[in-house]
T-cell receptor, first 114, second 113 residues
Framework: KNQVEQSPQSLIILEGKNCTLQ??????????LRWYKQDTGRGPVSLTI?????NTKSNGRYTATLDADTKQSSLHITASQLSDSASYICVVSGTTSGTYKYIFGTGTRLKVLA | DTEVTQTPKHLVMGMTNKKSLKCEQHMGHRAMYWYKQKAKKPPELMFV???????INESVPSRFSPECPNSSLLNLHLHALQPEDSALYLC????????????FGEGSRLTVL
């Protein structure tokens, strides 16, 4: 059972619009949560990292939120640009079956149209 | 620019070939990882090295053979691969096994004919 679920699976928006991506997780105990951006055929690049005590963190036009009680995170992209077209992956760190692991979400594929 | 360097960027090989993927990092990280990623799927963990010792092998077929010559280098030796092994192979590193951000390389795109 995948412990990190992302929605929507894919999203198409017009340039300049805002969008919000969701990540729900069941990993416990939880260590931290990261959002990565991955351009097609390239390695993931970190956008934000959030620990248990953090609610909001911004990186330019990207703002991540974390609700550790409901085990939900969101990534909000403001004033989208064509270069934002990519896959966005939520990665939760925690202990599963007694081993510390990075658990990857299924990703959201975002396409920004001119 | 990524601080994890992978070579080659692209590799095409036949099923009888022997080739290697290489990964290098100079951030002083003590944990290094190999991931396999198929199109439109998240990366899947293959191997983890911690302090140059194999820590995790996610039941990867023996035609994939990892090697960690030193704390900065990680290799993946390939032999007798199948066409379904075609994928993007990502190397990553972190400060150690139980903490730190994962830093990814740009990946090696492997095609098996």
């Amino acid at each position: 059972k995948n412990q990190v679920e992302q929605s929507p699976q894919s999203l198409i928006i017009l340039e300049g619009k805002n969008c919000t991506l969701q990540c729900n997780y069941t990993v416990s105990p939880f260590s931290n949560l990261r959002w990565y951006k991955q351009d097609t055929g390239r390695g993931p690049v970190s956008l934000t990292i959030m620990t248990f005590s953090e609610n909001t963190k911004s990186n330019g036009r990207y703002t991540a939120t974390l609700d550790a009680d409901t085990k939900q995170s969101s990534l909000h992209i403001t004033a989208s640009q064509l270069s934002d077209s990519a896959s966005y992956i939520c990665v939760v760190s925690g202990t599963t079956s007694g081993t510390y692991k990075y658990i990857f979400g299924t990703g959201t594929r975002l396409k920004v149209l001119a | 620019d990524t601080e994890v360097t992978q070579t080659p960027k692209h590799l095409v090989m036949g099923m009888t070939n022997k080739k290697s993927l290489k990964c290098e990092q100079h951030m002083g990280h003590r944990a290094m990882y190999w991931y396999k990623q198929k199109a439109k799927k998240p990366p899947e963990l293959m191997f983890v090295y911690s302090y140059e010792k194999l820590s995790i092998n996610e039941s990867v077929p023996s035609r994939f053979s990892p090697e960690c010559p030193n704390s900065s280098l990680l290799n993946l030796h390939l032999h007798a691969l199948q066409p379904e092994d075609s994928a993007l192979y990502l190397c990553a590193s972190s400060q150690d096994r139980n903490t730190g951000e994962l830093f990814f390389g740009e990946g090696s795109r492997l095609t098996v004919l």
